[in-house]
């Protein structure tokens, strides 16, 4: 008996552990006004530490942010992006309702190529230099395409050949010629991670993609 008691306050240990671990295995940016709707951000492969500026940035428009590691949500398909929209509905600061998608390079492609298939969770997507070389049949890609998407991608981008320009401009082709709501910014002179804190930090670029980011959400999900 006393066996079986310390076997099962061990096994509850465990859970409790595991519990807290999935609860905080993302960071929260709370809107100013004390609660917001979601917007779901996928880092890219470097991790979230190099997005809290951004997420922080976004969340001050007014919007709660829930900033996950994109490392997380490959390999899962899709399971990763979809719990990490179930986790960010029940944070401290969210207001019901569908999420907003923002990702960027890894969590970019990850939310462009899963989220957008999901229109009962997601009102839209803003996919920032995404990963795009593992989209191998463009025309099924675009068939599943049930949310609006706001891409951006840099003309210099060669980053591990994973986020080219000519890629994202034969997705919004695709997408155009489907009738599918799939608008496409690019930015020359413009490398990957340009983003404030980036690797190629690019402020004329960065300011402008903010910007239809701050519009676009508004879109999605009011002010």
């Not at 492969?45 to 951004?54: D, I, K, Q, R, W």
């Not at 942010?65 to 490392?71: K, S, T």
């Amino acid at each position: 008996m006393i066996v079986f008691s310390r076997l099962a306050s061990a096994i509850g240990i465990l859970i409790c552990i595991t519990a807290a671990s999935a609860a905080h295995a993302q960071q929260e940016f709370p809107p100013p006004q004390g609660k917001g709707r979601v917007v779901v951000v996928g880092s890219g492969l470097t991790g979230p530490a190099a997005y809290t500026t951004v997420s922080g940035q976004i969340a001050q428009l007014g919007y709660d942010v829930v900033l996950f590691d994109g490392n997380s949500m490959k390999g899962t398909h899709g399971d990763g992006v979809k719990t990490a929209i179930q986790q960010a509905q029940q944070m401290p600061h969210a207001l019901p309702g569908k999420v907003a998608l923002v990702g960027f390079s890894l969590g970019g492609g990850m939310i462009l190529f899963y989220g957008t298939q999901w229109p009962d969770l997601v009102a839209g997507a803003i996919a920032w230099y995404p990963a795009t070389t593992f989209i191998h049949d463009v025309p099924g890609f675009v068939s599943r395409l049930k949310v609006p998407v706001l891409m951006f991608a840099g003309e210099n981008d060669t980053y591990r050949s994973c986020c080219l320009v000519d890629k994202a401009r034969a997705l919004a082709a695709a997408a155009t010629a489907a009738g599918r709501p799939f608008e496409l910014i690019t930015y020359p002179n413009t490398d990957h991670d340009f983003i404030e804190g980036g690797s190629h930090f690019n402020p004329q670029s960065y300011s402008d993609a903010l910007r239809r980011t701050t519009d676009k959400l508004k879109e999605y999900l009011g002010s």
